[in-house]
């Protein structure tokens, strides 16, 4: 378990943890020191063989008393991407640790996407007799509606393999900001990254967490909320979400779970001047 919110558990769902891009692609506003930036402020970030970034890639699984709720799942195995460590993978690490939080996939109730982008949507589906079929055989999918709007109107690999189909097999539902998950889950609303993007507000027991999904990419961008990220649909908007989603956690002494931060993935927001900073923990 990474963390326990009153009476919610929180378990890290690992299926990629490895470099990227270099941080001067990712962060094309940045100026040219973004990695050094970046190395100063995150231990552990860059990779020195290639000079990417390490970008984990991580889904939560949340277990209310209530519900078992997966937030985002990852990249999956056998899907059509044009980045090639994620395309056409045949890997057992998201299942593995699925499996290693005492839970299987008909056990989720619910399957929470922050967002469309294909490295938090591949194992909504897995390939079956030929046929792109719901991994989760139980769960309603819990999709941001302002999202699907814009990926199915030109849908791409990602969204015929990954989402189309849960659909087809209705188990979707298109969700708005605000959506309240039973007692101690809400959807956040942070979009610039994709036009619908949510991030999670975990709620127990007088304790709060909030998982940012894509509205921060790494810590560094506590002290650099301004930073475009190289695939943010309005990189203005999505500053405006994450200083916004950074202020409340910083108010809040909310934990802060980053889909794509550098292990653990989990700390505190504190105020520093006219930005903010990061501690682990």
């Known amino acids: 378990m990474l963390c326990k919110i009153g009476e919610v558990e929180i378990w890290r769902i690992l299926e990629i943890n490895g470099p990227y891009l270099p941080p001067a692609d990712l962060f094309p506003s940045a100026g040219p020191e973004v990695a050094d930036l970046i190395a100063a402020r995150v231990d552990n970030s860059i990779c020195p063989t290639s000079g990417g970034l390490i970008l984990p890639i991580q889904g939560f699984l949340l277990k209310t008393p209530s519900h078992i709720v997966l937030v985002d799942s990852c990249v999956g195995n056998d899907k059509t991407s044009g980045h090639a460590d994620w395309h ?22 619910y399957v929470l996407c922050t ?8 194992w909504n589906t897995k390939l079956q007799d030929g046929r792109w079929v719901p991994t989760f055989p139980n769960a309603k999918y819990l999709i941001p509606d302002a999202d699907n709007v814009a990926f199915s109107a030109a849908p791409s690999d990602s969204y015929t393999e990954s989402v189309l189909p849960v659909i087809e097999a209705g188990q979707s539902e298109m969700v708005t900001p605000r959506h309240q998950l039973g007692d101690h889950v809400t959807l956040i609303p942070t979009p610039g990254h994709t036009p619908g993007h949510v991030s999670v507000l975990v709620k127990s027991g007088g304790a709060e967490a909030i998982i940012t999904g894509d509205a921060i990419h790494t810590t560094a961008q506590c002290w650099h909320p301004d930073w475009h990220f190289k695939y943010d649909t309005d990189g203005d908007l999505a500053a405006q979400s994450r200083r916004k989603l950074l202020e409340d956690a910083s108010e809040s002494g909310a934990r802060v779970l980053g889909n794509h931060f550098v292990l653990p993935s989990v700390g505190r927001v504190k105020s520093n001047g006219d930005a903010f900073r990061w501690e682990d923990g």
């Open 88 to 109: 056409q993978r045949s890997d057992s690490r998201f299942m593995s640790a699925l499996t290693a939080a005492g839970c299987a996939p008909e056990d989720v109730d």
């Open 115 to 122: 967002h469309l982008h294909t490295d938090h949507v591949g």
